[in-house]
């Protein structure tokens, strides 16, 4: 990215500047239509901000994204189609919450992979020490075994 | 595995990380492909700057063209005006997409820079904008004879990006458009 | 004349920092004693010489010197003093400075406070020290110089410090979290010092706790004043996003509590020995990840500063040689055959392998649900966003599971334990939690059944605790001898875990019963929220320092009786035009009060205003500080007060690290 389209960039950024904090009051004809309206806000990132929803942001797309939510939400649209209904003009960049479909799948699978992969490998390691330590013990005589318990013992009171 | 080689893994694993991360340097977070692309343009009855009759989407099917989105409060625009109208110039169809603007003030302007579009859509209220995707002015759209997107350029059009990212394509599209 | 001063002691420092990369490391693979002493010298001297670059800078910026680049773009003549100050950092290269300079703070203290510490072994840890300064001071010196000058059109006044930063957060906010960050170059660095020496005993993990957990407590401070911070000042009350750059310091916080309990664990019994150096590895490298992810541009956030692939590049490759070493270093060195396993199933010791599991698992979500939007980017499948809703869903289940261990934890003994014992010890706990959980969220309508959740869990952390301080009280034969029983570092775990306790209460709560409404109010109008009565009196016009602005004061009553008088702010900052919202708070121990002011509505006075009820928010905050006391506390454990190493017939065994 040459200097002057980095530095339009940051005009443009710098306009854009958080905490102007637009808050518009939009009437709800229904207090549970205007709860949905706040989760619905915080699922949909801002096309064109740093990274913000557009219940944070005031860039003119987030207003205009806000009163359509709006309009969809008073034409009794369910959360589903509205989500749809952006992601079909704006794409998957737009929604916060990664889809359980494609590529997308692996994140929702990651932790408890990651989980059930970290105490599998813990599991195994341990049992194979353990394993490997009485093997090593059962090979010595019976007065080398009792010799290396106290040795052993005297060690593990030191530490 | 021999235990000499587990110890590896840590490495291994760092330096797929680092291979992600040199190919992100050269990426751009923030550029965002249409979600339209191949899709056809969104229908729509508005009102065309300057004129009675209203337009539709129908009125773009017929020759590849490009729909530009533009406005007077977006001082890129102006910065791009000037190569457009040099395009149109070369007959390039050039449509114009006036985006949450007046009509007042955008003849003027059209009037003091010239108008290099065959007609201007005029979206008061930014709803065409938003079932294309707008997010900011300037946009370009590539749109072929029957009215579907192809390309989309987010920014100002100038020499380079025109020969390099839209001409290519627009040659295609004319010659498959001329053939049929 | 003194940004050259400064220019000039950088690029001392920056040779300076070259050779303890490489003298002492020289004299300890040689067995030279004279080259290994330089090592405290240099350190001392690198933090001079660092000190004075910095100084140098800061009064560049409190004399509105704007023939400095840096001042010209980020200061004004019309900031208040402490702003000026404080903006040295509130940019790229200023905050590099900031980093080296903490780094070079560290590298002292570790020289001038380790008098136990054979000279071996000293002069492996300071050279790496020194070898991680090269790289910051040569990316500063090379790319990001602090002290490029605007001659000869030197300009009238400053383009002003963004408003946003105009605030006491950014005076205490970065210095907290670099010295977090750098604080974890301790740990790492005793790390390598093992590797390299070739001899992985424990004691470089008693070595290394008292710095590691001074480390971590105040990157939890840095944390938690960035979560405040965006509270009070960003106006939407939000107070943690799952940002980028957020991540990027959560991140090794979470590897850092991994690191901590684990080195608990090599400390006392001599185990995970290697394991630990790879945490150890494994935090400092996310330390300096996060710093390549929040200068390269990358990924996008509101918090990155103005991002340069250049930059991004020399950062990675930083990134790499110092990584792609350390874990090569592991990979060769670390002993290939493990201590034997001298510990049951049930112990202390499994705990804490649960413990390290879950903090790891929950490191790894983090640092793939960041990345994720780049791989999928850079493998050409599109554009994808990752945010709060994932990360919400991912994170709470995997501190959930972990809050159980916890409460087993502290009652549990080393080496072998009865699970029989732990019934009997902890039954009463148990139960009573399970008490609190079913009837604490009823004081609170709706029932929430995750409220309910986060108070049995919290509560059988506290009970838990409480019950094993009143048997070590109770069975010590005198009250004096049973106060000693609870040592600083018993203390330091017992206020970190309640800290945490508290944290997760707050969160949830928080989470599940915030209240808020954008309303339209007009001067006169009451309006209602979750049983407060919110009156708008009036609106005024205020004059700041550097600002006008309208203030609008609201008085909120509860049941007819006045509670807080707020007066939020619309800002309108002088230099450079920019509005600001400035939120007003009332703060309370179980419930904050918020209002901002969004914009006029229509010419009649009316004003739109966001109202938000915030139950028990402050406890996230007080939990964080309770974790960073009890981390602080831990270290005045007398296990860690100097012993001087051994001087006449053990200067042999000094050399050779006994």
Partial sequence: MNRTSLLLVIAVAMFAAPALALIETYDFSDPELEVRYQSLTQELRCPKCQNQNIADSNAPISQDLRKLLHQQLEAGESDDEILDHMVARYGEFVRYRPSFGGVSIILWLAPALLLLAAFGVLLLTLRSKSRATTAGVASLSAEEQARLASLLNKVGQDS | MAPRLKLFLPLILFAMLAITLFRGLSLDPSEMPSALIDRPFPAFNLTGLGQSRPLSQADLEGQVSLVNVWATWCVACRVEHPYLNQLSQQGVPLFGLNYKDNDADAQRWLDELGNPYRFNIADRDGTLGLDLGVYGAPETYLVDATGVIRYRHVGVVDEGVWSALLEPLYQTLTEENDTQ | MMPEIGHFALIIAFCLTLMLATVPAWGAWRGNAVAMSLAPTLAIGIFVFVGISFGCLASAFLQDDFSVALVAAHSNSLLPPIYKFAAVWGNH??????????????????????????????????????????????????????????????????????????????????????????????????????????????????????????????????????????????????????????????????????????????????????????????????????????????????????????????????????????????????????????????????????????????????????????????????????????????????????????????????????????????????????????????????????????????????????????????????????????????????????????????????????????????????????????????????????????????????????????????????????????????????????????????????????????????????????????????????????????????????????
Avoid at chain 3, 400 to 416: E, N, Y
Avoid at chain 3, 520 to 526: I, L, V, Y
């Fill in chain 3, 93 to 658: 290269e200023g905050s590099l400075m900031l980093w080296a300079l903490i780094l070079a703070l560290w590298t002292a203290a570790v020289a001038l406070f380790s008098p136990q510490l054979p000279l071996l072994v000293l002069s492996r840890v300071l050279s790496v020290m020194g070898a991680i300064g090269v790289g910051f001071l040569s990316f500063s010196l090379v790319t990001s110089n602090p002290f490029a000058r605007l001659l000869p059109g030197i300009p009238d006044d400053g383009g002003d410090l963004n408003p946003l930063l105009q605030d006491p957060g950014l005076i205490i906010h970065p210095p907290l979290l670099y010295m977090g960050y750098v604080g974890f170059s301790v740990a790492f660095a005793f790390a390598i010092a093992a590797l390299l020496g070739g001899r992985l005993d424990a004691s470089w993990a008693r070595w290394s706790r008292p710095w590691t957990n001074i480390a971590w407590g105040f990157l939890s401070l840095g944390i938690m004043l960035g979560s405040w911070w965006a509270y009070y000042e960003l106006g939407w009350g939000g107070w943690w996003f799952w940002d980028p750059v957020e991540n990027a310091s959560f991140m090794p916080w979470l590897a850092g509590t991994a690191l901590i309990h684990s080195l608990a664990a090599t400390d006392k019994r001599g185990l995970f020995k290697s394991w630990t150096v790879l945490l150890a590895i494994f935090a400092f490298s996310l330390s300096l990840l996060g710093t390549f992810l929040v200068r390269s541009g990358v990924l996008t956030s509101v918090h990155a500063f103005a991002t340069d692939p250049a930059r991004g590049m020399f950062i990675l490759v930083f990134l790499a040689l110092v990584v792609g070493g350390s874990l090569t270093l592991y990979a060769v060195r670390a002993p290939a055959v493990s201590s034997r396993v001298t510990f049951a199933w049930v112990s202390r010791e499994s705990l804490l392998l649960c413990n390290n599991v879950v903090f790891l698992v929950a490191t790894l979500t983090v640092l793939f649900g960041t990345l994720f939007p780049l791989i999928v980017d850079g493998l050409g499948m599109g554009k994808v966003s990752v945010g709060p809703p994932y990360f919400n869903a991912v994170f709470v289940p995997l501190m959930v599971l972990l809050v159980p261990f916890m409460g087993i934890g502290p009652v549990s003994r080393w080496k072998g334990d009865d699970v029989a014992r732990w019934r009997k010890e902890l039954m009463l706990p148990a139960v009573v939690a399970i008490v609190c959980g079913f009837t604490f969220p009823l004081l609170h309508a709706p029932y929430n059944i995750w409220v309910a959740l986060a108070v049995l869990l919290s509560s059988w952390l506290v009970l838990g605790l409480a019950q094993d301080v009143w048997r070590r009280l109770r069975n010590a034969s005198s009250p004096a001898r049973g106060l000693r029983r609870l040592t600083p570092g018993y203390c330091g775990m017992l206020i970190a875990h309640l800290g945490f306790a508290a944290c997760v209460t707050g969160v949830v709560a928080t989470s599940q019963y915030s209240v808020e409404r954008d309303l339209r109010m007009s001067p006169g109008d009451t309006q209602e929220l979750a049983g407060y009565e919110f009156r708008f009196v009036e609106v005024t016009q205020v004059r700041g320092p550097n600002f006008i602005a309208d203030e609008a004061r609201l008085e909120v009553s509860r049941d007819n009786v006045i509670v807080a008088s707020m007066l939020p702010q619309k800002r309108r900052y002088l230099a450079t035009g920019s509005m600001m919202t400035e939120a007003a708070i009332d703060p309370g121990l179980f419930r904050d009060l918020y209002v901002a002011m969004g914009e006029p509505i229509g010419s009649d006075g009316a004003w739109a205003m966001r109202l938000h009820y915030k139950p028990l928010v402050r406890w996230m905050w007080l939990g964080a500080i309770f974790m960073a006391v009890g981390a602080f506390t831990s270290v005045l454990d007398k296990r860690y007060r100097t012993q001087r190493a051994p001087v006449a017939a053990g200067n042999e065994a000094a050399l050779h690290g006994a």
